[in-house]
């Protein structure tokens, strides 16, 4: 299997992590440094499914992943099977976290429905 391009990485971390915080829900006034903190500290991991689990138990998702989160992390378990995959994609989310959560926050803006008392231009 040839390495993932950076791209690939991205994309895969920005998924991870929205799909995480969706699970979640409001994480107060410090919501993406607590993203941030939270991807950083779990790609610490060994695997994608330990890098899931201690991303949950940073985020204090105290239930169950919801279903959409569910098929989310299936979806990348499958390419972050290969060791190789993972150490990229850990390397990445360690290295460049704030990247990361930055790239998230502006996804996560861009599909939010817009705001009826925004003023247009």
């Given at each position: 299997?040839?390495?993932?391009?950076?791209?690939?990485?991205?994309?895969?971390?920005?998924?991870?992590?929205?799909?995480?915080?969706?699970?979640?829900?409001?994480?107060?006034?410090?919501?993406?440094?607590?993203?941030?903190?939270?991807?950083?500290?779990?790609?610490?991991?060994?695997?994608?499914?330990?890098?899931?689990?201690?991303?949950?138990?940073?985020?204090?998702?105290?239930?169950?992943?919801?279903?959409?989160?569910?098929?989310?992390?299936?979806?990348?378990?499958?390419?972050?099977?290969?060791?190789a995959a993972f150490g990229a994609l850990a390397e990445l989310c360690r290295r460049d976290a704030v990247?990361?959560?930055?790239?998230?926050?502006?996804?996560?803006?861009?599909?939010?429905?817009p705001d009826d008392n925004e003023p247009e231009f």
């Amino acid at each position: 299997m040839a390495p993932p391009d950076q791209a690939a990485l991205e994309g895969w971390a920005v998924r991870f992590l929205n799909a995480m915080l969706d699970s979640r829900g409001e994480l107060g006034t410090d919501f993406w440094t607590r993203a941030r903190t939270a991807l950083e500290a779990s790609a610490s991991t060994a695997s994608f499914s330990e890098m899931t689990s201690k991303c949950a138990a940073k985020l204090e998702c105290h239930e169950a992943l919801s279903a959409e989160t569910a098929r989310v992390i299936a979806d990348l378990a499958r390419p972050l099977s290969d060791p190789a995959a993972f150490g990229a994609l850990a390397e990445l989310c360690r290295r460049d976290a704030v990247f990361v959560a930055a790239l998230a926050r502006i996804a996560r803006d861009a599909a939010a429905p817009p705001d009826d008392n925004e003023p247009e231009f």
